[in-house]
């Protein structure tokens, strides 16, 4: 009986695992993002744009739906286009996100101590939004 047990609670915990081992395969991180490269032409939200904002942007603390800092939230194509100051479809140049990200406007975004946005992904929102800041 005590062999069953046990072999029932290693079973368990193993299979415990295994879920949450491919629970948390699709998650993605700041390496992933930083992996891919934004196209100079057809920026897709989906596929580049979002991913670079949850990883960076829209995390506790930030850009998220509950902390809404400076009253943005960057975790979806709705909430990150509702400020029409912030993204201003087809003009990059007078768009707060990229003031925010190149540190032309009030504040360089992100701040100190949180990990930088690339040229790359930097150059690929300004594309985004430049090309109408599509929800694609």
């Given at each position: 009986m005590k062999k069953s047990i046990s072999y029932l609670l290693i079973s368990l915990f193993s299979f415990a695992i295994i879920?949450?081992?491919?629970?948390?395969?699709?998650?993605?991180?700041?390496?992933?993002?930083?992996?891919?490269?934004?196209?100079?032409?057809?920026?897709?939200?989906?596929?580049h744009i979002q991913p670079v904002l949850l990883v960076k942007c829209a995390f506790s603390g930030c850009h998220d739906d509950q902390s809404r800092a400076n009253n943005l939230s960057f975790t979806n194509y709705f909430t990150t286009v509702e400020d029409m100051a912030v993204v201003v479809p087809y003009e990059p140049q007078n768009s707060k996100m990229i003031w925010a990200l190149m540190g032309t406007g009030a504040f360089k975004m992100p701040p100190p101590l949180y990990p930088p946005l690339t040229m790359n992904q930097i150059e690929g929102?300004?594309?985004?939004?430049?090309?109408g800041a599509k929800n694609n």
């Open positions: 879920i949450i081992f491919y629970g948390c395969k699709d998650t993605i991180n700041q390496a992933d993002v930083d992996a891919v490269i934004i196209p100079a032409h057809n920026v897709s939200y989906q596929a929102i300004r594309t985004w939004i430049a090309e």
